[in-house]
């Protein structure tokens, strides 16, 4: 079901030429630099450290290695992560 | 996100240390429960430092007692924790406050008037001019009305072309052009006579319309007819016309001056001693007896004004009395030196005097010598055109 109904609301937002982040629960990922990070559409933080935060989306987790890592900002949807960044690897769920 | 912030600084924050094994848990918590966290630091492996909204913290409690963390205070920060310090300094406060007031109150007065533009018309004039139209120091900036101050000015003096008043804070700045005294215009068909400005004698003398009075050679008066404004004809009889011409005089200045042998001259010691007074309004306060300790001494005055601003001037002024001492010398001059002075003195004050400097044709310097004295005169011989036009009055 939820499959089916983004594929609708991908059809809508492609004729409104809507960005895909809103209209879907996509992750949107920026990195200003190597120091700044602002992931948005996230699901929760599964694990914070100095040196590695991992961050779950709705496509999969991601995982972000460093220094020095705050969570600078955090709301309901916005996450902004500063410091050091070294790697980023993401962990996709295999869709059934 | 930085509105957040800043809204959290106004109503207040508080940054805290949360312990405990499963903090994500208590991030994702306060994530679902729409509590706004930033700032978020490790500090330990167990610990993490975060900042949190006034009323956010008060709903963080369940949430605490659910992931079993243990929630220690740090810091306060904000405008209410800011002002709940200040609280204890009421009498800081209160004075504070006063201060501010007495500034925005005391804004609202004309605190100093500054003249510019005056040459001829000595300042005292214009302010007891001000005066009378309601412009003065310790007026009430509100309901002033420039406009017709400045109307009223233009109105009663002739010799201001101009006035603008402008306030700036509490500086009104009066701005004035004088009007130059206008030359008696003549019209072309009027009659008029053409007389000397000055004693000479007449080098050059053209008469374009009107017959000439005066010949070249003649010695003239001041005040004296050089072309007369009429036309005789045999037949027409006596007819009165536009006199023109141009005359062109030698004219000499002279400028005598006396220079004593014996002069005392005062030389600095170059001890000062400055005496200050507190001027409020009219009222002066002296804060150190007004005699000096100096035998000999010259006194220099200075007033200053207070200002708080480049425009904010405050109705007290400093007064500072300058008192520098000197000695007297005897100078003996010689005749030579005493000479050479005055003729550089008489010089100096003929060069003031004659308008245009090219037009000097001679420069004679007598000198006569006294027992005391010598005594200096410098001629200077100018070739002038000396002519002006006066109305012919029946």
Redesign the interface.
């Known amino acids: 079901m939820p499959n089916k109904n983004r594929k609708v609301q991908s059809k809508v937002s492609r004729l409104l030429d809507l960005p895909q982040e809103i209209s879907t629960n996509l992750p949107k990922i920026t990195i200003v630099g190597f120091e700044k990070m602002l992931i948005e559409n996230y699901k929760a933080i599964l694990e914070y450290q100095e040196h590695f935060v991992r961050v779950s989306t709705h496509i999969g987790i991601l995982n972000i290695s460093g220094y020095n890592l705050n969570l600078n900002e955090m709301t309901t949807d916005d996450l902004l992560i500063t410091g050091t960044i070294d790697g980023i690897d993401f962990e996709s769920i295999s869709e059934e | 996100?930085y509105f957040?912030?800043l809204l959290n600084i106004i109503l207040g924050y508080v940054s805290i240390e949360v312990e405990g094994y499963f903090?994500?848990r208590f991030?994702?918590l306060?994530?679902?429960e729409?509590i706004?966290?930033?700032?978020?630091?490790?500090s330990h492996?167990t610990k993490?430092r975060v900042n949190v909204g006034l009323k956010d913290f008060k709903r963080l409690k369940p949430i605490i007692k659910k992931t079993k963390c243990r929630v220690k205070i740090n810091k306060k920060k904000g405008v209410p924790f800011l002002l709940h310090r200040y609280q204890k300094r009421k009498i800081f406060f209160a004075l504070f406050l006063i201060i501010i007031l007495s500034i925005i109150l005391l804004s609202n007065f004309i605190w100093n008037i500054e003249v510019t533009g005056n040459n001829r018309i000595p300042k005292e004039e214009i302010l007891s001019i001000l005066q009378n139209n309601n412009l003065k120091i310790g007026k009430c900036k509100i309901g002033l009305k420039t406009n017709s101050i400045v109307q009223q000015i233009r109105l009663e003096r002739n010799d201001i072309a101009w006035v603008g008043i402008d306030i700036k804070g509490t500086n009104a700045i009066v701005e004035i052009v004088e009007a130059d005294l206008k030359p008696e215009i003549i019209n072309e068909d009027e009659f008029c006579n053409i007389i000397a400005t000055k004693d000479g004698i007449i080098t050059k003398i053209t008469a374009q319309n009107g017959t000439p009075v005066a010949k070249q050679g003649d010695m003239v008066t001041k005040g004296s007819v050089l072309i007369g404004g009429w036309l005789e004809g045999k037949f027409t009889g006596t007819r009165y016309v536009h006199a023109n011409g141009e005359i062109q005089a030698r004219v000499w200045y002279s400028e005598k001056t006396k220079i004593p042998l014996k002069q005392l001259e005062k030389v600095p010691t170059g001890k000062q001693e400055n005496k200050y007074s507190v001027k409020i309004n009219n009222f002066k306060i002296n804060l150190l007896k007004g005699v000096s300790k100096f035998e000999k001494y010259d006194t220099i005055e200075t007033t200053k004004k207070l200002k708080l601003f480049s425009n904010f001037y405050l109705p007290i002024e400093i007064y500072k009395k300058t008192f520098s001492e000197y000695q007297e010398k005897e100078i003996n001059y010689t005749v030579e030196e005493a000479k050479s002075i005055g003729i550089a003195q008489a010089q100096q004050k003929l060069e003031g005097k004659v308008e245009n400097k090219e037009l000097i044709v001679d420069k004679k310097i007598y000198t006569k010598q006294n027992e005391n004295y010598v005594e200096v005169e410098v001629i200077y011989e100018v070739l002038e055109n000396i002519g002006t036009k006066e109305k012919i009055v029946f």
């Open positions: 996100m957040k912030i903090i994500e991030m994702n306060c994530n679902k729409k706004f966290l930033w700032g978020i630091k490790r492996s993490v």
